[in-house]
């Protein structure tokens, strides 16, 4: 079989497209390298003495793990001096962090989920890192962080790195979804799916059920009506899955179909849901329907959100289109 890396792709895909310009092409093979070194630091775990918490919180108030911090290191470090970047945000930082002046700037605006599954790292299951990349609006001198306030729609590349059993990087920068896996011995990551795509029908579906007394109406109809199975009124059997890692629940959807679920509930009305839309729903967003699913916070698609602040949260309804569709519409008509 010819291996393809994923320099490779890249360059051809310019070349095919003109769709990745040079600049683009290093920031994501940057990117891609940062998340080799987290994998690594992940696959030693207590050998590394990388497991447990950090003595901090982050702005969400949740406690960071020291692997946490260490991956938002890493990626800053290695995004910090290629010239291909004016500014980054993170998960983990309140503020944005625009590119020290000892560095050339460049004309592209990064934000990452450093490390997504935080509750899963001390206990080995599958992790990872999700990526979002703007441009720079024109003519910005000093970023701020309403620079950064630009609708999903406006990414040009999105992707996330999976730390499991294989370790994968999932691209798209506009042009349909494609999978890479390192190959671990040679340090390269080789194009191993092409094209990936979500079926439209599912019988799948991923929440965290233990929060279903705060659900609002339309998510609990919709529930309930899976769970009812074939003879409910949906006529067929569902599956449940929920890893607790919304990129290792993401993934399987873009393997095998499904419908990944966070949606707001009556907890605390002024924050929908517990996802952030600018580096965890924005590029899950455009993966997913790169892959021909949909995504939507039941109202509007996510990518078209014009976002108000940097760690906003939303609600989220991804996945298969159909099933998408169907609580999406559960929320416009209201609950009989
Ligand atoms: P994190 O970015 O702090 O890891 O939080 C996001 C994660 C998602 O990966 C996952 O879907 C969700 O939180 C799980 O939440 P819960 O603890 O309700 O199962
Ligand atoms: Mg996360």
């Not at 630091?41 to 497991?51: H, I, M, S, Y």
């Not at 702005?59 to 290191?73: A, H």
């Not at 920068?173 to 896996?181: A, L, P, Q, Y």
């Not at 590029?283 to 698609?301: C, L, N, S």
Request: proline residues 5%; hydrophobic residues 40%; aromatic residues 6%.
């Amino acid at each position: 079989m010819k291996r393809v890396s994923l320099t490779q792709y890249l360059v051809e895909e310019q070349r095919l497209n003109n769709s990745i310009p040079a600049e683009l092409r290093l920031l994501i093979e940057v990117v891609a390298r940062a998340c080799k070194t987290i994998s690594h630091a992940v696959g030693k775990g207590a050998l590394g003495e990388v497991l447990g918490s950090a003595e901090s919180e982050n702005i969400q108030g949740e406690v960071q793990k020291k692997l946490d911090i260490l991956s938002n290191e890493i990626l800053l470090e290695a995004n910090e001096w290629g010239g291909h970047l004016a500014a980054m945000a993170s998960e983990e930082m309140e503020s944005i962090h625009p590119i020290p002046n000892r560095y050339p700037k460049g004309e592209y605006m990064l934000l990452f989920d450093p490390l997504d599954g935080s509750s899963n790292i001390d206990v080995n299951v599958t992790i990872g890192t999700i990526f979002s990349v703007i441009k720079a609006p024109d003519g910005m001198a000093m970023p701020t962080e309403k620079d950064f306030m630009q609708a999903g729609d406006l990414q040009v590349a999105a992707g996330y790195a999976l730390y499991g059993p294989q370790t994968m990087l999932v691209l798209t920068t506009g042009n349909g979804v494609n999978c890479f896996t390192l190959d671990r011995e040679m340090g390269s990551w080789v194009l191993t799916q092409k094209n990936m795509q979500i079926p439209a029908e599912t019988q799948e579906f991923a929440i965290n059920a233990s929060n279903s007394r705060h659900w609002y109406p339309p998510v609990t109809r919709y529930v309930d009506e899976m769970l009812a199975g074939k003879t409910g009124p949906l006529g067929k059997d569902f599956n449940m899955r929920w890893i607790a890692s919304m990129v290792t629940d993401v993934h399987r959807i873009l393997n095998r179909g499904g419908i990944f679920m966070y949606p707001a509930d009556a907890r605390e009305p002024d924050k929908p849901g517990k996802l952030r839309l600018m580096y965890e729903a924005n590029p899950m967003a455009m993966i997913v329907e790169q892959a021909g699913g949909m995504a939507t916070d039941g109202h509007q698609r996510i990518l078209a959100i014009q976002p108000q602040k940097l760690h906003q949260r939303v609600a989220v309804f991804l996945g298969s289109k159909n099933e998408v569709a169907r609580v999406t519409a559960y929320h416009q008509v209201g609950v009989p």
